[in-house]
């Protein structure tokens, strides 16, 4: 595939510098008193793909977009549309409530943070060789705040994520808590009734014994079973 041409005739200096396939990444060439600037549309949210906008500052100040007229008209939308997306994200951020949402957020706010970061790099180079040009100078301060922007409104959503993480890992730690202090209540019921249960059970059945005559002996066996049962919850409990 072969990179996109425009109706525009570039200094041989600066097609020197241009791969066949691809403008490449976004930055400045200044060759033969033409700057080329190369930047990015905001990537797409599905594929990442990064349609390419190419603006060609003539030696007499005169800013082309993609071969045609207008860039510094087509420069300022560009920077509009990052501010757009910075702002749907803030607003997006702001109304998140579960983890889904996050993620959703996230997403999407890697490439455009990575974007809008060599977005400002690249008007930035491009002022250092057009250091009189107001309308760069401009440009290149509204490109920076929207680059810290967007690596602002990153670090709050990884913020968020973290946060909303650990809160639920310990809202589970808590509620494992309260089921194992349940457990344990049951362990230490079940050491204390199942002595009693298992004496009951055996002089409950219908087997001649020679107890029955005796009925001191009930208390006897009571009082054993509770020693007994006494004995296995202390088992039980100490670890």
């Not at 990442?48 to 977009?65: I, M």
């Not at 009189?132 to 670090?155: C, K, P, W």
């Amino acid at each position: 595939m072969r990179r996109k041409t425009f109706s525009w005739q570039l200094p041989r200096e600066i097609e020197a510098r241009l791969g066949e396939s691809t403008y490449g990444r976004q930055r400045a060439i200044c060759e033969a008193e033409h700057l080329l600037i190369i930047l990015h549309a905001p990537p797409d949210p599905e594929t990442h793909a990064r349609e390419p906008q190419v603006f060609l500052r003539k030696p007499d100040g005169v800013v082309l977009w993609n071969g045609t007229g207008g860039g510094e008209l087509r420069l300022r939308q560009l920077l509009v549309t990052y501010r757009e997306l910075l702002e749907r994200y803030d607003d997006a951020l702001d109304n998140a409530q579960t983890v889904s949402d996050l993620f959703e957020i996230l997403e999407p706010l890697g490439p455009l943070n990575r974007a809008t970061t060599h977005l400002s790099q690249a008007l930035q180079a491009a002022r250092e060789h057009a250091r009189e040009d107001a309308f760069l100078i401009a440009m290149r301060d509204e490109a920076y705040e929207i680059s810290r922007g967007f690596e602002i409104l990153t670090a709050d959503a990884k913020l968020a994520l973290d946060y909303r993480i650990a809160q639920n890992a310990e809202a589970q730690m808590a509620k494992a808590k309260e089921m194992a202090a349940a457990q344990h209540k049951l362990n230490i019921l079940a050491a204390a009734t199942f002595p009693l249960m298992a004496v009951a059970t055996f002089f409950g059945m219908n087997l001649v014994h020679g107890f029955e005559s005796a009925p001191g002996l009930f208390w006897v066996v009571l009082l054993a079973g509770c020693a007994v049962g006494g004995y296995t919850v202390k088992w039980v409990t100490t670890r």
